[in-house]
């Protein structure tokens, strides 16, 4: 792996921390998919409830179970697990004010990155605060 491509990533972790938001497999997922996927198409997925899933990382929303289901975990919330190998996978649990916070580190790193999808970046955060009606603090 070369050093730039550690750097950035350990750079974009650092943000997460100096924010205070330390669920490390929410930070795992959101660092792979604002840097190695689309991550328009990403916040489109967040948008609409449906992110990227792969043996390796995911996002779960918690009304895809019925509440009486053994794999229920609460009301608005949303599972992200992360594969760190030799069979080991671990999950964090956000509700959607949290989901919201965290995605808002991941766009304002990407919009550094990419400054010329500000706008859309920017447009698509605001969707999906307000959908779920969170607030600016």
Known sequence: MNENFKSERK?????????NLKKQNVINVLVELTLDYNFIEILQG????NVVRRDTLGVV??????????????ED??????????DETQEDIVNHEELCDYL???????IKKYPDKKVEVKNLLEQIKGKYQIKEN
């Open 11 to 19: 750079l974009f972790r650092d943000t997460y921390t100096n924010k």
């Open 46 to 49: 967040f948008l609409v409830e």
């Open 61 to 74: 929303y918690s009304d895809e179970f019925d509440p009486d289901d053994d794999e229920y975990f609460g």
């Open 77 to 86: 919330k949303v599972l992200f697990y992360y594969y760190y190998g030799l």
């Open 104 to 110: 808002g580190v991941a766009c304002d790193f990407y």
